[in-house]
């Protein structure tokens, strides 16, 4: 199974701060890479696909790179909406989903 | 408009059964692999188990293979997970969603139905 490592497990930030994630993969997954933002009692909202593509709707502030086994998510410009859970997922064809651990955004 | 509406959920005993119910719509159900993802309470996303388009292919977690079954039914639009022999440990929200070994973008996700193991 592949294996995704996401840092740091929290973070703690202001408004208006530039905060990025990293996400590791145990093998290359190309950009078979998403982000999704999770907030209490809801379902993951995807954010980004491929590795660096918005998804529709989602705020310009939002981007990822990263291709093989290493990504990232950049928040450009932190907003009080922004504070929740982030979630990265590889779903490489021929091989069950996997996720990292989490990222939680808390206001310093 | 995609929707996934998930049923079922709720407080089972341990070593007893349950069945989820996903139904589908907005898009070709029978050309999409489909997944159950859950959440413990308090933790992060956990895959479970993924069938084929049409369902030929099954695949699950090793902390539940050989006590839940995931299956559909095209004619219904609903994705099934049969869950037996629960332990306190399958406690979680679990999730539906599009997608799975195809490779397909999983954009679009039910909204939960929460399962409760305990006596």
């Known amino acids: 199974d592949i294996q995704m490592t996401q840092s740091p497990s929290t973070l703690s930030a202001s408004v208006g701060d530039r905060v990025t994630i990293t996400c590791r993969a145990s093998?290359?997954?190309?950009?078979?890479l998403v982000w999704y933002q999770q907030k209490p009692g809801k379902a993951p909202k995807l954010l980004i696909y491929?590795?660096?593509n918005l998804e529709s709707g989602v705020p310009s502030r939002f981007s990822g790179s990263g291709s093989g086994t290493e990504f990232t998510l950049t928040i450009s410009s932190l907003q009080p909406d922004d504070f929740a859970t982030y979630y990265c997922?590889?779903?490489?064809?021929?091989?069950?989903?996997?996720f990292g651990q989490g990222t939680k955004v808390e206001i310093k | 408009e995609v929707q996934l509406l998930e049923s079922g959920g709720g407080l089972v005993q341990p070593g007893g059964s349950l069945r989820l119910s996903c139904v589908v719509s907005g898009f070709t159900f029978s050309s999409y692999d489909m997944s159950w993802v859950r959440q413990a309470p308090g933790k992060g996303l956990e895959w479970v188990s993924t069938?084929?388009?049409?369902?030929?292919?099954?695949n699950y977690a090793d902390s539940v293979k050989g006590r839940f079954t995931i299956s559909r039914d095209s004619s219904k639009n609903t994705l099934y997970l049969q869950m037996s022999g629960l332990r306190a440990e399958d406690t979680a929200v679990y999730y539906c969603?599009?997608?799975?070994?195809?490779?397909?973008?999983?954009?679009?996700w039910g909204q939960g139905t929460l399962v409760t193991v305990s006596s």
């Open positions: 997922q590889q779903y490489n064809s021929y091989s069950s989903w996997t």
């Open positions: 491929k590795a660096s």
């Open positions: 069938v084929s388009g049409y369902g030929e292919i099954t």
């Open positions: 093998q290359s997954i190309s950009r078979w």
């Open positions: 969603a599009k997608g799975g070994m195809d490779g397909t973008i999983p954009d679009y």
